[in-house]
């Protein structure tokens, strides 16, 4: 008796195994093949002295329970479901609920599944699927935005009530068939990391994050680094700049919509971010987009595979996905880059082991290396004691050689030619995308991705690697850097004092006089060059536009060429460009074109990235009322000159281009 209880108590509720699965099936394949229409969103709440009254379900139905518990109609009086279960039931199944010391409390859901011909389907017996759900808070969030959005009077939010139905019902299905096939501390990550690829556009935290899966924050990090070798906020983090990037790739989205698309609501935050993590501000990976030869199409539509739950299609494509511009346009202080995970690090491990095999074998791995072996040990010693320990800006004693004679230093190149050191690698960002203003020093110096990918750094065999900041080596890859070479890092800002940067990089290479001379030399050409041009003309306004396809930019008014055109050459700065600096940390400013039209600037000095003449960019009536555009003292550079970039080279080549402009 007791047994045919059982199978009658399984055939009835839908809850043997086998009957489940099937009806499960049958359930999915209406939904594949019809239509849905919620009837009604119900949010019931009873005090416990209200009883609730046996109820039939006049429709399909998923039943939430938050408070109470459910008796299913079986003949076993035991089958009651208590708090945070789910259930499945069919038209026409009775529901019993029993209120628990708060009462009765659940979320109601009628729906009904029809054919494309409008017929109703699945019209099974009644019978019902219930489960307790592994993380029922998150299945109660999307329950709510369901809710809302069904009582919402704007037509438009039943539209939206339709996709948060699929959203909560998707979301039933799935954690009911993972119970079945991963263990709850694989699950807890993959939880994880599907909710913020479905919710990365809203306020995420990891107390946030860590109460929906309901474990600690710490518990919550611990898991995820063990499996993905970054933390949740800095899978976050990545997650959103991809999302970011796609959008300037393929989109003409406003900056406002693309950051609060991926959840910045205040746009100068998001752009201190991706400036963190991609090296360039979101502004000028766009530009580089149209004003370079060539298009990149990385497709991260992807971010993490859901059958991996690696992040290794991501890290892999850091290197590869440059942007078009330098150090000298860096925006400041964002959120952290992500580090590389287990599986590229040990690869690189490995590559950087087996190159260092062959060059012990070898014996003839560089110049350097070959006269060292040459000499024997004796040598050897001697060179060591030639060495200099020098303290970096982040505190590493580093211990750098005498007379490096294989540098990489990344957007340092105008220090390194202006002291007379050819790099054995320069910055580039795409293929043969360089400073133009440079290679006339440099146009025999093979290329390296601008952010220093391992694997090339370790090609080269340089012997010193200077860094120019402290966002270029965060998380571990100092650690990486320096089992390549002695690695130095040369200011902890992004933006820092170009005098002393030069003066530094000077001290590292041992050419310390030569860096004081360059000095020298180029405040002897200023100091010339204000002299003049305030006999000429006097006290004069100026300022430098940067013109691409899509925006104009301005110049911060102590940075870059605005360094240089007010401190060294003594313009008066406009206006405009007062207000514009008193706010901004990035070199250059979208300018909005009722603050160009404002600009009152007696001479322009325009970087062409738009691929027109200066003639059809101030044609347009925006620019007539300028008082550089009436009195023709309009001047464009192009994108291969020097004034997106800074140091005695940059900065000296500038002066040259505003004498020559305006002292005719």
Known sequence: MKQERKKRTGSQTGMGKKHEADELNKLLSAWLHSSIRIMDVRHIRLEREERLQPYRLPAQAFVFVLQGSVRLPTDDQDD???SWYVLHGSKGLELNMTPSERGIEYILVLYKVASLSGHAVYNLPPVAHGFVPTYPVMLYQKLQLLEQAWHDKDTLSKVQAQGRFYDFAYECMRQLQEQKTRTPARDMVTQAIRFMQVHYAESITLERLA???ECSPRHLTRLFKKQTDCSPIMYLIQLRMDKAKELLRKTDATLQDIAASVGYPDVYFFS??????????????????????FVRDIRLDNPLSLSEYSIDSISSALHTDIEDNNHYQNYDEGILRMNRNARHSMAFILLLSFTLLLSACSGTSSPAATEGTSQGTNNTAEQASQERVLKDALGHEVKVPAQPQRVIASYLEDHLVALGVKPVAQWSVGKNSVQGYLQKELKDIPTIASDLPFEAVLNFKPDLIIMDSASMVEGDKYNQYSKIAPTYVVGSNMNNDWRQELLTVGEVLNKSSEA???????????????ARLSQTVGQKTAVALWVTDKNVYVVNQNLSSGDVLYKDLGFKVP???????????????????EKLAELDADYIFIVNSKNVSKEEIIKDPVWAGIPAVKAGHVYDFGKESSWLYTGTIANGQMIDDVLKSVIQ
């Open 211 to 213: 109460g929906l899966l």
């Open 575 to 593: 206006q405009v460009v007062q207000e514009i600096s008193k706010t901004a940390k990035a070199n250059w400013s979208n300018l909005s074109l």
């Open 272 to 293: 201190r971010a991706f400036k963190k993590y991609t090296g360039v501000s979101p502004v000028h990976y766009r530009d580089s987009l149209y004003s370079s030869a």
């Open 516 to 530: 004081k001379q360059a000095l020298s030399n180029y405040d002897k050409k200023a100091v010339e060059a204000k």
């Open 80 to 82: 009651t479901r208590h």
